[in-house]
């Protein structure tokens, strides 16, 4: 996290190539990531978090 977002973005498009799937099943499996995190907002399982809140819990850890 400390690394330059640019950094940061070609450092996880490096280790996408080197497991050797293709980026549209990534992008298919974060589609369906999606949709099951709206479908639990909708069912009221979970409540969104504003983005200052989640990063301060993500960088609180």
Do not use: Y
Not at 3 to 17: F, S
Not at 50 to 60: C, G, N, V
């Amino acid at each position: 996290m400390r690394l330059p977002d640019q950094d940061r973005t070609e450092l996880a498009l490096r280790l996408l190539d080197s497991v050797g799937e293709p980026a549209d099943q990534v992008e298919r499996a974060w589609i369906d990531e999606a949709k099951r995190r709206l479908a639990a907002i909708e069912r009221g399982e979970v409540q969104p978090v504003a983005w200052p809140e989640a990063r301060e819990r993500i960088f609180a850890r």
